[in-house]
């Protein structure tokens, strides 16, 4: 599939902000943090300008961003619109909780009612953001069950690393923080582990014989091109990407979003001088945002759409 | 509505007879002038004189060659909208402007609605949903649902335009749930089937598969004329010898 | 995660609310039918105008060519309407030919140029103008331009598209392919293609498959390439290119074997029981022996005496030697056939090897002929009557039916096997019988077709006939004392004797080189000689831009070209004419040209103007009916000398008058519009036209449908409209005396014989029986080379397609097709560019793998490759980066034979240009070398053109 700049940002931006905000309301609500006014504007500002960014982000990607309204309606059905659905909606806890943090509660118990309804508002606009690609049959690498998981981990992930920056920021104690991260990168790079091995071994079941109905006679190749030129179809689903340079860049990501973050997380665990604790959870979430946009290019990059049998023949 | 009709009253479809398409063209371009006015019209062009002409096209006529050597055969095949009857083309939108008619099954996009966020393309395993990218919505075959009830139309025209079209007579439209319609009946007699059926869409539209070849690869036909003895003289001799005839002018 | 899981859950759904959509818009305003032009098939089409503007182009239901349905290149009619290739004014050159500097000028002053350059020469010596027209459907009217101006330098495409197969066709049995004849669909239970891809009976061949496979008619396509129509058909013979003559020659070898000839239908119909005289050294060896009358001779067994062999009532010998009068031998020309065709060099063992067919499979064709002839006789309940004037209650057919086109013409065999696949069709009874192959009027045609080619005339006087004819012999062909050529293209003359077509694709090399000589002025319509029209092509742009050393000018001094479109061409014309679309102009498709009739009903077309031209274009026929004004030629002007046509192209087709009442159009002559074929001009005759769907057609009653050739109903008929000049039975001539005379001029005998030069090749190939010769540049052989064939897609007419703005968006490049087989021993692998060579030169391009092709060939799709700049495409379009031509590795002349002369690369009968003779090596090109075609040619600069219409 084609890596598409603003999905892919999208993906990442947004996953990182609803992570950060999982992380600032399970705070809030456990009082890992004080009530820093301060630290709940610019954390939560910062959870809100990434879950929008990533929002806005994914309009670029419409051909009719002004009717992006619509895409509330059929939630029924459509997990990109219960995905748009729940964006929206979590808004709401997160403002109640913003507020509360930052100017105090207008109404009792809006503080913590905020952070707690956060958590799920969150988690299930990530996993409804996962479930557009996983609910996809007809992309193999995406229909697996990991693949949601793998959204929803690798959000507490990268909201971790950015919670530990923001809490090195501030100077307050960021152990908790820094271990949770370390546990949901450990978890994430397991998870994405297997992720690719799955999608290494799946059988490849649908080929070009079954798509044309033409496996009676034999192999089929295809002959003549329908159009010399890539259309939209081959723009979109036609991308390919060599074994080898993928292998490349999961190592890459593997390293820059996880291997190198863990590390950071363990020195954040020591008791550094909160200056060299700044630089090291700067770094880390540089280098996660890194990994994290290389993990999703490739998620991208190493899916095949089953309309390529048409086009290459093969399977898919 | 991007909820499935439960039963549609009719399953209007194509019927795409790959034994006797022969790769010409005229449905995709018929279809890509037709679709330039009427129903969500135009279907735009990118850079169509320049050095990367791609556009925005309802229907895509490939080639392909089948098994190898001798045994091996050639197969025209055009590929459009199959008019699912479970869609998830449709299920997948998030604003309900694809849909799927109850009156017809005809699956539509709705140009005034549909955000252009691709996602029904990437659902549909068949490529049959394109964006255009200057209008910015997603199109597909319409079935011509501008054409087959237009009563501005002589009525044998009420047809889509690759049907109207189609030279070889390869392609054919009507009621794929009626068993009694002609399309019905072409599906049994000669074995129609879907595409990716396990993908389970169920696709409304079906391909007739191309008939077995009457070469050396078939069944050997007996040997129709028993050669004359060959010990009366040379072929030219016996030749001759019943050309020798009285014949009428 | 589950589709099915929501779609299950929405199924109990809430109520349905879909949008209202608009189903019965009108299509347009108004519906306006003409005919198509994106080929040669000139279908019926509607044209849908909504404000004016064209909205949606179909198929005309009524049309008895296409019947409603419309093909790849119809459809977007549209697009090549509006291109941003199309001209927009008269045109002179400024700077050097080549580079597409130009200046837009007034009509008034194109035309002034035109007229004193053509007066001019004509007033010195008309043959220096060169006439030539390409793709165009107007060579009646053009042709008569040529004849009233005085010069035989004129000719139209046939030479380099398929004169083989229209020369062959009408010289033995008065019709031929395409517009002549078609299989009697309805009827027949066996159809065989040669050599046909995409031609121009394009709809008309692609409804009747169709059906033939729903009735379980058996198809084969004998075709080098498995593609379209060979992808259909119940069998594909993959035939090695230039070899269909061997194995035709072997399926008659095999139906005399099996004794499955109708030796009725042949002395019934032919020239097969025509006594040949046998004397090695006499002038008349080999011709037929003729009484005092001139009548050809036979030997009636029941009387036992030698008669006149077109009496009826005769009981002809096939076989025998006879002694004539004179006590000289002599033989039935069907003796001599059999010989040849039994004699063991057309067995099936034999000729495999070569063709590449399995003598099993040649034997099983012929079986399956035989048994379709003779098993699954036709008998229709239609009485008809003979020109002898007997009745036959029943229509009688053997239902076998073949159709050809260019991969059997395109080679330098092409006349003599064509002439072979008819003379299977004839043996087996086949020719215009139900289930045959049939004529469509105004054919058949007498064998030959009596009109000769014109010779040169004087200044300012008309030629004394139309250019092209039909030689019989020595003494018709247009050459000089010396036996040099008297045309330009050389046809007609020992190079081409029976070049029924012309030689264009010589002129252009001819004229630069003085061989002949050099002309003045050369003038072309809609033929893109500078590209895809031309054999290697950068010979010919050297030529076009040639000057002479001691004056400077350019050795074709002037260059008029007239197109719609900016082709290759237009840079190195002088005076650019532009034409109008198919959609703005007058026309007509005649029965005294590109005729469209169908077996039962003769028919003619028009095109009318469904749009205004929006530019300074004008139609080239009215362009040329004015300079024939002022010229005053013959005919163009009145007695007061004012023009005589004023009205331009539709007056034309009106009033003009080819002989008393016989015009361009058939239907709705005479002051009341009821006569047909011969009539008063009817001034309402185009109104009726397009009240009608823009065609007409006449239905031929029952019994004047088969047997034309002998069919007195249809024949006294067809004199009487004027088809043919008397309702004599057309004999089919399967000894081709003509070819006799020429081979015993070479000889040495009559009064016109053959140059030194060019003795061997007469004596060789104006063999009057047809045989099979190896293509002369095209032999197979030992090596790893490969015959190099193009064939045309389907959705692209030559350069005619690529400008168009879909067209291109399904095909924008070409590859170069290789049997996968062959490619794996060369290492080469499927997508990898390769270097194609050939003796002349070299081009790179891609190839893909296939099954279905000849292991010996290599194929591209014709005509995609188009050269930098050109038709307003931009200097990087995929046409000329990554497509291709064969062309520049063809070679127009032959290598030096013996007596140092250079021949054309041309069937020697015909001159009919033999592209696919073409022979070439292949060799992967370095990895470095992949991605862009070679040769580049500098782009061209495209002239001022105008924006294209949304």
Redesign the interface.
């Known amino acids: 599939?084609h890596p598409a700049y603003s999905v892919i940002l999208f993906t990442t931006a947004s996953g990182a902000g609803y992570g950060l905000l999982l992380w600032l309301a399970a705070a809030a609500a456990l009082n890992l943090v004080p009530r820093d006014p301060m630290l709940g504007f610019f954390g939560l500002g910062l959870a809100i300008a990434l879950v929008t960014i990533g929002l806005l982000s994914s309009t670029l990607?419409?051909?009719?961003?002004e009717?992006?309204w619509?895409?509330?309606?059929?939630w029924?059905?459509?997990?990109?619109?219960r995905e748009?659905a729940a964006a929206i909606a979590t808004y709401i806890p997160i403002a109640a909780l913003g507020f509360a943090w930052v100017f105090g509660e207008f109404m009792p118990g809006q503080f913590a009612v905020g952070a707690v309804l956060s958590v799920p508002c969150a988690l299930i606009t990530v996993w409804c953001t996962g479930m557009?690609y996983a609910?996809?049959?007809?992309?193999r690498a995406w229909n697996q069950p990991l693949v949601a998981p793998v959204y929803v981990v690798l959000a507490l992930a990268t909201g971790g690393v950015l919670m530990n920056l923001l809490l090195a920021v501030f100077g307050y104690e960021l152990r908790w923080a820094a271990t949770g991260t370390i546990l949901a990168l450990v978890f994430g790079a397991i998870l994405k582990r297997l992720y690719w091995t799955a999608i290494d071994t799946a059988a490849k079941?649908?080929t070009?014989e079954?798509?044309?109905?033409?496996g009676?006679?034999?192999?089929?190749?295809?002959?003549?091109?329908?159009?010399t030129?890539?259309?939209?179809?081959m723009?979109?689903?036609g991308y390919q990407v060599a074994r080898r340079h993928a292998e490349r860049l999961r190592r890459v990501s593997a390293a820059l979003l996880f291997l190198l973050p863990i590390m950071g997380g363990l020195l954040l665990l020591l008791n550094l001088p909160n200056s060299i604790q700044i630089a090291i959870a700067a770094l880390s979430a540089l280098s996660a945002v890194a990994g994290v946009l290389t993990e999703r290019w490739l998620f991208f990059a190493e899916a095949e759409?089953?309309?390529v049998v048409?086009?290459r023949?093969g399977s898919a | 509505?991007?909820?499935?009709?439960?039963t549609t009253a009719k399953k209007l479809g194509l019927v795409i007879d790959?034994?006797?398409?022969?790769?010409?063209?005229?449905c995709?371009?018929?279809c890509?002038?037709?679709n330039?006015?009427?129903?969500s019209a135009p279907l735009t062009?990118q850079d169509?004189?320049?050095?990367?002409?791609?556009?925005?096209?309802l229907n895509?006529?490939?080639?392909?060659?089948?098994?190898?050597?001798a045994?091996?055969?050639?197969?025209?095949?055009p590929?459009s909208c199959l008019h699912c009857e479970?869609p998830?083309c449709?299920?997948?939108?998030?604003?309900?402007?694809s849909?799927k008619?109850?009156s017809d099954g005809i699956v539509?996009v709705?140009p005034?609605?549909?955000?252009?966020?691709?996602?029904c393309?990437?659902?549909?395993?068949?490529?049959a949903?394109?964006?255009?990218?200057d209008?910015?919505?997603?199109k597909k075959c319409t079935l011509c649902?501008?054409r087959i009830?237009?009563?501005?139309?002589a009525p044998?025209?009420r047809v889509p335009?690759c049907v109207?079209?189609?030279?070889?007579?390869?392609r054919h439209f009507g009621d794929l749930g009626d068993p009694d319609s002609a399309v019905s009946q072409l599906v049994s007699e000669r074995g129609g089937?879907?595409?990716?059926?396990?993908?389970?869409?169920k696709p409304v539209n079906k391909?007739l598969?191309?008939?077995p070849?009457?070469?050396?690869t078939a069944q050997?036909?007996p040997?129709?004329?028993e050669?004359?003895a060959t010990n009366s003289g040379s072929?030219?001799d016996r030749?001759?010898a019943?050309?020798?005839?009285?014949?009428?002018? | 995660m589950d589709?099915?899981f929501?779609?299950q859950a929405?199924?109990?759904?809430?109520a349905?609310?879909?949008?209202d959509?608009?189903?019965?818009?009108?299509?347009a305003d108004e519906i306006k039918t003409t005919t198509c032009y994106m080929c040669a098939c000139r279908c019926g089409i509607r044209v849908h105008l909504?404000n004016g503007r064209v909205?949606?182009?179909?198929?005309n239901?009524d049309h008895p060519v296409?019947r409603?349905?419309?093909?790849?290149?119809?459809?977007?009619g549209?697009?090549t309407h509006t291109?941003?290739?199309r001209l927009r004014a008269p045109m002179k050159r400024v700077g050097p030919r080549g580079c597409g500097e130009f200046a837009e000028i007034s009509w008034t002053e194109a035309l002034e140029t035109a007229t004193d350059w053509l007066k001019d020469v004509r007033a010195r010596d008309p043959s220096k103008l060169a006439f030539f027209t390409g793709r165009d459907q107007s060579q009646a009217l053009t042709g008569w331009f040529a004849q009233q101006y005085g010069t035989p330098n004129f000719a139209a495409h046939g030479g380099f598209c398929s004169v083989n197969m229209a020369a062959a066709g009408l010289y033995t049995f008065g019709g031929s392919f395409w517009e002549f004849g078609e299989p009697d669909w309805e009827h027949t239970k066996y159809f065989m293609l040669f050599g046909v891809a995409?031609d121009h009976a394009?709809?008309p061949l692609?409804?009747e498959?169709?059906?033939l496979?729903?009735k379980g008619v058996?198809v084969v396509a004998v075709n080098p390439i498995?593609?379209?129509?060979?992808?259909?058909a119940?069998?594909?013979i993959g035939i090695r290119p230039g070899t269909d003559g061997l194995f035709i020659g072997a399926l008659i070898h095999e139906l005399?074997?099996?004794?499955?000839?109708d030796?009725?239908y042949?002395?019934?119909f032919t020239n097969a029981?025509w006594l040949v005289i046998d004397d090695p050294q006499a002038p008349d060896h080999g011709l037929f022996a003729r009484d005092a009358d001139g009548k050809p001779l036979a030997l009636d067994?029941?009387t036992g005496v030698l008669v006149d062999a077109t009496?009826?009532?005769?009981?002809?010998?096939?076989?025998?030697t006879l002694k004539l009068r004179d006590g000289r031998q002599a033989r039935p020309s069907?003796?001599l056939i059999?010989?040849r065709f039994?004699?063991d060099e057309y067995s099936p063992e034999k000729v495999a090897a070569t063709t590449a067919i399995?003598a099993?499979?040649i034997r099983?064709i012929a079986?399956?002929l035989?048994?379709a002839a003779f098993?699954q006789q036709i008998t229709l309940d239609v009485p008809w009557t003979d020109t002898d004037g007997r009745r036959h209650e029943k229509t009688v057919g053997r239902p076998v039916s073949m159709h050809a086109m260019r991969g059997i013409s395109a080679h330098s065999n092409g006349f003599q096997t064509c002439r072979m696949l008819h003379l299977l069709q004839i043996v087996l009874g086949s020719i215009d019988c139900p289930g045959g192959f049939r004529y469509k009027a105004p054919f058949p045609r007498p064998t030959p077709p009596p009109n000769r080619p014109a010779r040169p005339s004087q200044p300012n006087t008309p030629l004394k006939g139309a250019p092209l004819g039909f030689p019989q012999g020595p003494e018709d062909l247009l050459v000089d004392a010396d036996g040099r050529p008297q045309r330009i293209d050389k046809a007609y003359s020992w190079d081409a004797p029976l070049a029924a077509h012309g030689l264009m694709h010589m002129v252009i090399t001819n004229a630069a080189t003085a061989d002949p000589y050099p002309v003045d002025v050369l003038f072309m319509y809609m033929a893109n000689m500078s590209w895809n029209s031309s054999m290697n092509i950068p010979a010919v742009l050297r030529h076009l831009t040639a000057t002479d050393e001691k004056t400077g000018e350019y050795k074709i001094p002037k260059i008029i070209y007239s197109d719609a479109y900016s082709s290759e061409m237009i840079a190195y014309a002088d005076l650019i004419l532009p034409d109008t679309t198919y959609l703005e102009r007058w026309d007509c498709i005649s029965l005294l040209d590109r005729p469209i009739s169908g077996t039962d009903a003769p028919a003619d077309a028009i095109r009318q103007p469904v749009v205004e031209p929006d530019r300074d274009v004008r139609p080239f026929q009215t362009v040329l009916l004015d300079l024939g004004a002022r010229l005053g030629l013959p005919g163009f002007v009145t007695d007061t000398g004012s023009p005589r046509y004023p009205g331009g192209y539709p007056d034309y087709i009106v009033n003009h008058e080819r002989s008393p009442g016989i015009g361009s159009l058939a239907g709705f002559r005479g002051t009341d519009g009821k006569s047909y074929g011969r009539g008063a001009p009817n001034p309402k005759q185009l109104e009726s036209y397009i009240a009608g769907g823009c065609f007409h057609e006449h239905h031929l009653a029952p019994e004047q449908r088969y047997y034309k050739h002998a069919n007195k109903a249809y024949l006294d008929w067809a004199k009487d409209v004027g088809f043919i000049g008397a309702a004599a039975p057309i004999t089919f001539q399967l000894y081709l005396e003509p070819l006799q005379k020429f081979r015993q001029a070479a000889r040495g005998h009559g009064t016109v014989t053959a140059p030194a030069t060019h003795r061997a090749r007469i004596e060789k190939y104006f063999d009057p029986i047809p045989f099979w010769y190896p293509p002369f540049d095209g032999a197979p052989s030992e090596d790893e080379t490969f015959s190099a064939i193009t064939q045309r897609p389907?959705?692209v007419y030559h350069s005619w397609g690529t400008?168009n703005?879909?067209?291109?968006?399904?095909t924008?490049e070409n590859s170069l097709y290789m049997n996968r087989?062959r490619a794996r021993k060369l290492g080469i692998a499927d997508g990898d560019w390769v270097w194609i060579k050939s003796a002349i030169g070299r081009v790179k391009g891609r190839v893909r793998l296939?099954?279905?092709v000849n292991l010996d060939t290599v194929w591209t799709w014709n005509a995609i490759g188009r050269r930098a700049g050109a038709a307003?495409?931009?200097t990087?379009?995929?046409e000329s980066?990554r497509g291709f031509l064969l062309n520049h590795l063809i070679t127009e002349l032959l290598p030096e034979r013996e007596g140092g002369y250079r021949f054309s690369n041309s069937d020697p009968i015909t001159g009919q240009a033999a592209w696919y003779d073409l022979r070439v090596s292949i060799e992967r090109a370095a990895p470095d070398e992949f991605g862009e075609t070679w040769p580049q040619f500098v782009p061209l600069h495209s002239p001022p053109l105008a924006e294209?219409a949304p």
């Not at chain 1, 029924?76 to 619109?81: E, T």
């Not at chain 2, 045994?71 to 095949?77: D, L, N």
């Not at chain 2, 070849?213 to 050396?216: A, K, L, T």
């Open positions: 599939m990607h419409l051909g009719r961003p009717r992006a619509r895409a509330l309606s059929q029924r059905s459509s997990w990109l619109s748009g557009i609910s996809l049959p007809t992309i079941t649908y070009a079954s798509a044309t109905g033409l009676r006679f034999g192999t089929v190749r295809p002959l003549d091109p329908p159009h030129q890539p259309n939209f179809v723009r979109e689903m759409h089953v309309v048409f086009y023949g | 509505m991007t909820s499935l009709p439960e790959l034994d006797t398409c022969v790769g010409c063209q005229a995709a371009t018929s890509k002038e037709w330039a006015g009427g129903y062009d169509a004189h320049g050095s990367d002409p791609h556009g925005t096209w895509r006529v490939h080639s392909y060659e089948v098994g190898d050597g045994e091996s055969r050639t197969v025209h095949f590929r479970t998830a449709v299920t997948v939108c998030p604003t309900g402007a849909y008619r109850a539509l709705n005034d609605t549909c955000i252009g966020c691709k996602l393309s990437w659902a549909c395993p068949y490529g949903r394109e964006y255009d990218y209008d910015g919505v997603m649902v501008d009830y237009n009563e501005s139309f044998e025209d335009a109207r079209a189609c030279p070889t007579g390869a089937f879907d595409l990716l059926p396990e993908m389970e869409f391909y598969p191309p008939r070849r009457r070469d050396q050997p036909a040997r129709a004329v050669q004359p072929l030219a030749f001759f019943w050309a020798d005839k009285t014949l009428a002018r | 589709v099915s929501t779609a929405e199924r109990s759904a809430m349905h609310h879909e949008p959509i608009a189903l019965s818009e009108p299509s909504k909205r949606y182009i179909d198929g239901r296409n409603g349905v419309i093909c790849g290149k119809g459809s977007a549209i697009m291109s941003p290739a995409e394009s709809n692609k409804i498959l169709g059906k496979k729903q058996k498995r593609t379209g129509y060979g992808a259909i119940d069998e594909w005399m074997h099996a004794q499955k000839i030796l009725d042949l002395v019934r029981h067994k029941a009496r009826a009532g005769i009981s002809p010998a096939l076989v025998g069907f003796a059999a010989e039994l004699s399995p099993e499979t099983r079986r399956e035989a048994h098993e389907m959705h400008h703005g879909w067209i291109r968006q399904i924008a087989a296939m099954e279905g307003a495409l931009g990087d379009a995929p980066t294209a």
